[in-house]
């Protein structure tokens, strides 16, 4: 049913919209005002991060991606964006059973690594394309992520988030009104991506921290104690949410003592 919902699809200038008899429309509405990338990618998707880092990888390995594929694969699965794709996008997907099955994983690893190829080489070549943008969800009542962290901001990241990781790979700080859509939901639930790969993949306090200050600080801090001050000090209405946040996550974070397979 999803295949044959999916093919009544239509992309126009206002967005994708419904074809289907009988079925509400989905209207996506230009985006109202400016919005920090960072502020779409922490603390819930930490994934934005890992596509990052896979098209940084890319840039320094495109030859290699052209002269000996096999070697470039193997690399490639090393990468967290391999435990993006296996712990994240397989299981959602409609063939989650294939996470199970090595060859056909395999296999379909290889074709998303073709397709981030050629949109890297696109936007390397042609920048960002305004025709396709990038869809923010909002909603009139934000419920907390199933994880349990309940955030105060009203845009999330949806769909395009292989082009926000771009747009920051390229030092783009801030998504334009022109560059974006909203769909609007009466109750959205924000995916939690952050707390999946905290779980398939070694992060180090470190890491998580500097990523926690993309959006709750001015400037790169590192560590549990320095992040609370800061935040303590400069605002101090985010506090509790950002200490909620960090209940939810530090058991997952990785330590000397307690890696993540």
């Known amino acids: 049913m999803r295949r044959v919902v999916g093919a009544f699809l239509e992309r126009n200038s206002r967005g994708f919209r419904r074809r289907v008899p009988g079925l509400v429309r989905i209207a996506y509405q230009p985006g109202p005002e400016p919005v920090p990338i960072d502020h779409l990618v922490s603390p819930l998707r930490y994934d934005i991060i890992v596509r990052e880092r896979y098209f940084a990888f890319l840039r ?15 690399l490639s699965r090393r990468q967290p964006y391999f435990a993006w794709f296996s712990r994240i996008v397989v299981p959602s997907s409609n063939h989650p059973e294939i996470a199970a099955d090595p060859e056909r994983l395999n296999a379909a690893f290889e074709r998303r690594v ?8 696109a936007f390397e070549s042609m920048g960002y394309d305004r025709r396709r943008p990038i869809v923010l969800r909002t909603g009139r009542q934000i419920a907390p992520t199933l994880t349990g962290k309940r955030l ?12 926000l990781a771009l747009l920051r790979l390229k030092g783009v700080n801030v998504l ?27 992060i180090s306090p470190h890491d998580y921290f500097s990523f926690l200050s993309l959006s709750y600080a001015d ?16 605002d101090p209405d985010s506090l509790p949410e950002l200490e909620q946040v960090i209940a939810v996550d530090s058991p997952r974070l990785s330590t000397p003592a307690r890696p993540r397979a």
Request: proline share 3%; with cysteine.
């Open 152 to 163: 105060a901001r009203r845009m999330y990241a949806a769909d395009g988030c292989h082009r």
């Open 114 to 121: 073709r397709a981030s190829i050629e949109l890297l080489d």
């Open 219 to 234: 400037r790169e801090i590192s560590s549990e104690e320095a992040l609370l001050d800061h935040v303590r000090s400069t």
């Open 60 to 74: 320094e390995r495109r030859a290699l991606a052209e002269e000996d594929v096999e070697d470039f694969m193997e």
């Open 176 to 202: 334009e009104s022109g560059m974006y859509r909203v769909r609007d939901a009466k109750v959205l639930t924000p995916r939690d991506n952050t707390a999946i790969l905290l779980d398939a993949m070694p």
